[in-house]
């Protein structure tokens, strides 16, 4: 007698869904976040999706106890590759302008030729120039 699994689903779909999921979630954290801390403010940033063909983006996490965050983030970042090329975010998906605790997505179209390195720079939060985090495109 032969006996059927709960779903009906062969053994040999199931090892490469899992198989698939396993790729899919370590290309999603191949990346590791960079922690910048001046002025009151520690901004931790982490690509989302960083190849190149695709859209850029980028969960950012902002934290202060005494820095009110109210920068529009569209208009304080920018990211440059080594090609020299430089691209400007197409959106912010994330917790709105005010507060000590922000977080969201930071979005950039998608890299143009085949960039080695990506570097994000974040402008003036909290009277800091320029916060520089730099990948290398894998």
């Not at 901004?43 to 109210?70: C, I, R, T, Y």
């Not at 143009?112 to 994000?120: D, I, N, R, Y």
Request: cysteine-free.
């Amino acid at each position: 007698m032969e006996t059927k699994n709960k779903w009906n689903l062969k053994p040999v779909w199931i090892v490469m869904s899992l198989a698939l999921a396993l790729v899919f979630l370590s290309s999603a954290y191949a990346y590791k976040s960079i922690t910048n801390r001046e002025n009151a403010v520690t901004l931790d940033v982490q690509p989302e999706q960083l190849a190149n063909g695709q859209p850029v983006k980028f969960m950012v996490k902002m934290s202060s106890h005494s820095v009110d965050l109210a920068e529009d983030m569209l208009a304080v970042s920018e990211l440059k590759d080594d090609t020299g090329k430089t691209y400007q975010p197409v959106n912010w998906n994330g917790s709105p302008p005010g507060g000590h605790h922000r977080s969201g997505t930071l979005e950039f179209p998608k890299l143009e030729g085949s960039p080695k390195k990506v570097t994000l720079v974040i402008r003036n939060v909290s009277e800091v120039p320029e916060r520089i985090f730099q990948w290398d495109v894998k």
